[in-house]
């Protein structure tokens, strides 16, 4: 069974980089096995995929120069994933062990980053920007006020059916994230959970596992 995933991980990764402009590179890892689709514009754009990974239903987009997509070993997505980048230097990294059900990750504006910790678990519908897309001008300085910014997950966190994860955002470890929640741009501290609209602090102290214990 490896042998043949190693096989197959050899031959995507083939096809997929004959797909992607020649400045840009796709690494895939042993036994990964991928389900996607790659629309990638501009230079010097890397991909890199660890090992042992599966996504199914996966869209990645890139339009612009200098960005990085990185996933760890053992990533998986279940049911759709995708990744959208619309500007330059850029970075999206999910690091080991990681799942998704389903996800949407937006970077539209320069020098910005989602980075989501290890053996974080997702569920599905969750949105991630870290821009608004558009400025917001105060009127006596005529100068932009919403600026974009980046989005930090920590080490296992449990994000829930249908949440929005505005710029800024700054989960610590062990963390839970009820469903449905939009959780504003602050700085949010280990072992809580939170939920709500806008999300606030539900309880503290808290762990979590996947397993029904």
């Known amino acids: 069974m490896n042998k043949t995933r190693n096989i197959v991980a050899k031959l995507m990764a083939f096809y997929y980089q004959w797909t992607l402009p020649k400045s840009s590179i796709l690494k895939i890892g042993k036994q990964s096995i991928l389900f996607a689709k790659f629309k990638v514009k501009g230079k010097n754009n890397r991909i890199n995929i660890g090992e042992n990974c599966t996504l199914k239903n996966t869209i990645i987009e890139i339009s612009g120069d200098n960005n990085l997509i990185s996933l760890g070993n053992n990533v998986k997505a279940y049911e759709g994933l995708k990744i959208l980048i619309e500007s330059t230097n850029c970075e999206i990294k999910i690091s080991d062990k990681t799942t998704i059900g389903s996800a949407k990750m937006q970077l539209a504006e320069k020098n910005t980053k989602i980075s989501i910790g290890e053996d974080c678990m997702f569920s599905r519908e969750i949105t991630i920007n870290t821009s608004d897309f558009h400025s917001i001008i105060d009127l006596k300085s005529n100068s932009r006020i919403n600026p974009a910014k980046d989005v930090i ?15 800024g955002v700054i989960i610590g470890d062990n963390s839970i994230v009820a469903a449905r929640s939009v959780v504003p741009g602050k700085n949010y501290e280990n072992n809580i959970l939170l939920g709500g609209v806008p999300a606030r602090l539900l309880k503290s102290e808290i762990n979590w596992d996947r397993k029904i214990v």
Do not use: A, M, P, S
């Open 153 to 167: 997950i920590g080490n296992h966190v449990w994000i829930g059916n249908g949440c929005y994860l505005n710029k």
